[in-house]
């Protein structure tokens, strides 16, 4: 029975994904220790290191439908490794005694890393197809509100007009950094391990190179220039990745959330009948997927930390901080994929409300432009003493509940420099977008580059 909400039947569709947790699925996961046997023993055969019969046998017999998965929890319960225990049944399986070759010159770190790195490689591209839907949608809404006006928020206050493309744009940089990240990561970390019992090789004397360069052509993994058995940062590096992509999710997720209560109304998730309903409450419409994403990504900011934990090993082995990854990595993959999965379903639909935006903006009777105001009295007057002049008739507005563009009209020292069409020019947000639009151009011109 499932005890985690990962592998929950209830749950499992909110905290990861069918292909995410197939890759780190107990079958999967003994599949790649016997592809990596598999391809071992076909690499020895070729350089005569073991008898092409007994790798032709090894290899028939590298199918997960032939490991007995109950009685390969009893060996690792015992050996405290799983590869040990396929290794054992494998040998089992293989007639003639061939199957004594099988894991020849190798370890079982050998194996589980390596078998780790191809986990990794498939489960990195699920992330970033993710990414990428994530950017195009983001793109989309970029571009589609280009030169819708919004406000800008400054520590919960309102700031200043932009659009909600810039918003958007805002975004989707962030993921266009995390699109390059994917790719420059693949170097470093899609390396395979084979270095025997302290990672010299030395079992397999003068050979154990031409093995190591065979078995990563075979698997198409990149050659290691040395072992990494205790040197971790490759699978740290990984799971920082998604410790910054999940972080991101988390800041648009925020800002949803808060853009979607009631009072401020500028956008809702995409409405699904049923979807983020209350049990007493029929009018509300929840922002399940940012709440989610919201609820997921500190878990695995937790998780990266321990993985950060488990690069402290000791000498050529380690006592125990590997069995860390062993956890955490699977977990941080599966709860990246599931808040990866809300984040697209919430994006490509999200409903974008332009009026509730342009209502906002003049909820204050103009004082959100102040900062037009004073960059258009500035010249005239001076910047300081236009800063000044502003606050000053910002704090009256405030205090009397009265237009702010009023005020600024009666004001003797704004009317001798400015008429009551250029206040009015200022005061609307229009007018004082910057270069949004300009942003958001640069910003979409880097979009599938």
Known sequence: MAATLIDSQVFSGLFSTPAMSEIFSDRQRVQYYLDVEAALARVQARLDIIPKEAADEICQHCRVEEIDLEQLRSQTELIGYPVFGVVQQLVERCKGGLGQWCHWGTTTQDITDTATILQIRAALKLVETEVDEIAGALAALAEDYRDTPMVARSNLQQAVPITFGYKAAVWLAGFHRHQQRLAEIKKRVLVGEFGGAAGNLASLGDKGLAVQAGLMKELNLAIPVIAWHTMRDRIAEVACLLGLITGTLSKIALDIKLMAQTEVGEVTEPFTAGRGASSTMPQKHNPVSSVYMSGIVPIVRQQVAALLNA?????????????????????????SAAALAQAKFALRGLNVHPDNMMRNLQMTGGLVSSEAVMMGLGPKIGREKAHDLVYKICCQAMETDRPFADLLKENNEVSKALTDNEVDKLLDPNNYLGLCGEMVDRTLARQDK
Do not use: K, Q, S
Request: charged share 30%; aromatic share 12%; hydrophobic share 45%.
């Open 311 to 335: 690069m402290e090993e000791d000498h050529e082995r380690a006592t125990g901080t590997w069995e860390i990854e062993w956890v955490v990595l699977p977990e941080i993959f599966c709860l």
